[in-house]
């Protein structure tokens, strides 16, 4: 597994609207690997990549012209959508006492905001300093104090310089993303924004395990790294529009809550269980024959997955489904535990599984 790319894309910030650095980094490590590269008007990128010839005897069957495998005159399209973007915040003011205030790009659970190391991006270089809520340390609050849990408005960041420098450094739109390693611990990676690097990843490894597979393929692959996916699928959808997909695989992390505390029938994934084949959650439903197919391709070549619906919130390939005319569309996600903090962790075989039939599926579509 490819470790140290997944490394750099989790360690480099970008909060929605601020995918800069995420894209610079992607734009570099896939030179040569697509036909062309372009940056739309949200800022996603956006990767097309044509028909190739196998160069192995085990490559997919037909033939681009054949009509399984074009739609018209054109070979059928396989839109894969990742997002760039990792939940944040946007600085909104500085106090006369030189604390950072903000307003999140993403959703938060306040609990997990305690004490954290941050990083603050401005134009002119990054910033660290930590993140606390207003209010009374333990020695001098009363039991009552201690129970109430502070809402996200409520924390600052402390950037432990002077008020005047603050002032004369941080603006109003600069950034902040927690500031914590990916690690590897046994079979998993732990790190601040799998959701969704996880995805960005995936976009870069399954077309180059699908070039040294060998086989080729007959359709179109246009892999987009999208924009403001955690304020609402922004930059997928515009890109989706562009693009115009037959087929839409969104690329994503999901809940795993294979955790104590959480009944096994809510637990939505399991570490060390492959893939998750992605039916449903409140932004989409997938296409069921798209479900089926993957489905069978998956047990035909020994790639572990597990069927997912999330009961609550949404991923890009609600936007290739709902795209101009509309687009066959299916998740392919990668279950994670405490997703939303610092300490995602994921499965690295789910990772490698997700990528291998990522892979698979490009080579045999049409």
């Given at each position: 597994?490819?470790?140290?790319?997944?490394?750099?894309?989790?360690?480099?910030?970008?909060v929605p609207g601020r995918e800069d650095r995420v894209r610079a980094l992607i734009a570099d490590e896939i030179h040569g690997l697509f036909d062309a590269v372009e940056v739309d008007a949200m800022g996603s990128l956006i990767c097309r990549r044509g028909p190739r010839p196998g160069t192995s005897t085990s490559g997919p069957h037909g033939d681009p012209t054949d009509d399984g495998a074009t739609i018209g005159a054109r070979p059928k399209r396989?839109?894969?959508?990742?997002?760039?973007?990792?939940?944040?915040?946007?600085?909104?003011?500085?106090?006369?006492?030189?604390?950072?205030?903000?307003?999140p790009?993403?959703?938060?659970?306040?609990?997990?905001?305690?004490?954290?190391?941050?990083?603050?991006?401005?134009?002119?270089?990054?910033?660290?300093?930590?993140?606390?809520?207003?209010?009374?340390?333990?020695?001098?609050?009363?039991?009552?104090?201690?129970?109430?849990i502070p809402e996200v408005p409520?924390?600052?960041?402390?950037?432990?310089?002077?008020?005047?420098?603050?002032?004369?450094?941080?603006?109003?739109?600069?950034?902040?993303?927690?500031?914590?390693?990916?690690?590897?611990?046994?079979?998993k990676v732990v790190s601040k924004a799998l959701d969704n690097r996880v995805a960005c990843w995936l976009g870069i490894e399954a077309v180059r395990a699908l070039d040294a597979s060998g086989t080729g393929h007959v359709c179109e692959i246009v892999v987009a790294f999208t924009t403001q996916e955690e304020v609402g699928l922004r930059g997928a959808r515009t890109a989706a529009f562009a693009v115009q997909p037959d087929i839409g695989l969104g690329l994503d992390v999901t809940l795993s809550c294979d955790t104590p505390g959480v009944p096994e029938r809510e637990r939505v994934t399991q570490h060390?269980?492959?893939?998750?084949?992605?039916?449903?959650?409140?932004?989409?439903?997938?296409?069921?024959?798209?479900?089926?197919?993957?489905?069978?391709?998956?047990?035909?070549?020994?790639?572990?997955f597990q069927r997912t619906i999330l009961r609550a919130g949404g991923q890009d390939g609600a936007a290739a489904q709902q795209a101009a005319a509309g687009a066959r569309a299916v998740g392919i996600v990668v279950g994670t535990?405490?997703?939303?903090?610092?300490?995602?962790?994921?499965?690295?075989?789910?990772?490698e599984a997700a990528r291998d039939i990522v892979a698979a599926y490009l080579g045999t579509v049409g």
């Open positions: 597994m490819n470790f140290d790319l997944l490394k750099r894309l989790c360690e480099t910030p970008g396989v839109m894969l959508l990742c997002h760039m973007d990792e939940i944040g915040f946007l600085v909104t003011s500085v106090d006369d006492d030189g604390f950072v205030w903000l307003d790009v993403g959703g938060f659970d306040p609990r997990n905001l305690f004490s954290r190391r941050v990083r603050l991006c401005t134009d002119d270089g990054d910033l660290p300093g930590v993140m606390n809520p207003g209010g009374k340390p333990v020695h001098i609050s009363t039991p009552e104090e201690r129970k109430r409520e924390f600052y960041v402390d950037l432990g310089i002077p008020a005047d420098s603050v002032r004369a450094r941080v603006h109003v739109g600069d950034y902040v993303v927690m500031d914590e390693p990916c690690l590897q611990i046994g079979e060390g269980k492959g893939f998750g084949l992605h039916v449903k959650d409140s932004s989409f439903i997938a296409d069921w024959d798209l479900v089926k197919e993957i489905e069978a391709l998956a047990i035909d070549r020994g790639i572990p535990r405490y997703i939303h903090t610092v300490t995602e962790m994921v499965h690295t075989g789910d990772l």
